[in-house]
């Protein structure tokens, strides 16, 4: 497929699961798809954070709960990713958000997927952590590893790594 045209699409791949970095990743999203484009979100690694669910129960046993107990998940439990101080830095940035009428990231998943962005959990980090299908937000379409969404990415005109 070398020199086959590429589509209206973005293609972004979140690694990590900052508050910062999620929001930059859905306003990418959300300009991207207003602007006519087609967006896949895949969400790897520390970024599978913003979309599982936060009574979310990872199966496993010692390593597996170990991390799931230390990395939690959940949109409204994301930290920013400098000047976090505790808590206190991702509190403000929230307060700061919500007193400008900005969305969150919790508010973002829903109103990305009614736009139209598909969303895919990568399963290889899925089984690290003891994840499954059923902790993750419903608005996730898909779970695959690595090579399904490579073959979707190169199809795209913009690739994005968070």
Known sequence: ????????????IIYSGDLDRALSA????????????AVTMV??????NIVRRPDAKPEGSGLRKLIARLN?????RLQLSR????GLGTALMNRTMRR??????????????QMGV???ACTTPMGLMGLTEKDFVPEVDTFVG?????????????????
């Open 1 to 12: 497929m070398e020199g086959a045209q590429k589509q209206d699409k973005m293609f972004l």
């Open 26 to 37: 859905f306003s990418l999203a959300l300009a991207a798809i207003s602007l006519g484009m």
């Open 43 to 48: 969400f790897t690694m520390w970024g599978l």
């Open 72 to 76: 939690r998940g959940g949109a409204r």
């Open 83 to 86: 000047l976090n101080m505790m």
């Open 100 to 113: 400008s009428g900005l969305p969150t990231v919790a508010d973002m998943i829903p109103l990305a997927k």
């Open 118 to 120: 598909k969303y895919i």
């Open 146 to 162: 690595a090579a399904t969404y490579l073959l979707e990415a190169k199809e795209a005109a913009l690739t994005y790594f968070i």
